[in-house]
């Protein structure tokens, strides 16, 4: 497979992020404290929007303003370094490839809403009665995905390079 195909699948994670996040924020409206209105889904999974301003677990998200122009500007270089290195991989590397086509897809689906609102729009929440996991998104589910592809393919690689000495 060429690599175009690979920017392909980070491009399609980028629509499905940005058009899931566009619907939920048309569908709900914003969880503020006081008032967040839900859609429940399962006991344990609902559907609410909530902006994040911060980076993962909502780190920084009270840091005054300076850490939009910090996670866009990092978001962008890390999505230029992974953008680069999927284009130079070798067809060999599929797992790997993959990997950074879901990571790439992710960041720059985060990096569009920072760059444009100041903030990332998530709206998947788990929970067990009163104890929640941190809400996330489309973008959040591809680059854990790609990181769990890209943790996989180092064991592998591990393997590979054990056996071959």
Excluded at 5 to 18: E, G, H, K, N, P
Excluded at 48 to 58: C, D, E, Q
Excluded at 69 to 91: A, E, K, M, N, P
Excluded at 103 to 118: M, S, W
Aim: proline share 2%.
């Amino acid at each position: 497979m060429t690599v175009w195909y690979y920017f392909a699948i980070s491009a399609v994670l980028l629509v499905v992020d940005q058009l899931t996040k566009n619907h939920m924020s048309d569908l709900l409206p914003l969880c503020v404290p006081g008032y967040c209105q839900s859609i429940e889904i399962l006991p344990v999974f609902k559907l609410t929007v909530l902006h994040n301003t911060g980076a993962a677990f909502s780190f920084l998200a009270d840091a005054g303003g300076w850490q939009r122009i910090f996670l866009v500007v990092v978001s962008l270089g890390v999505s230029l370094f992974i953008g680069g290195w999927l284009y130079r991989i070798c067809r060999e590397q599929l797992l790997l490839a993959y990997a950074l086509a879901f990571i790439l897809g992710g960041a720059l689906g985060n990096l569009i809403d920072r760059a444009l609102q100041g903030y990332v729009v998530d709206f998947l929440v788990f929970h067990y009665e009163t104890y929640y996991f941190p809400a996330f998104n489309i973008a959040d589910t591809a680059i854990s995905i790609g990181a769990g592809l890209l943790i996989i393919d180092m064991f592998r690689q591990g393997k590979r390079t054990h056996t071959n000495e």
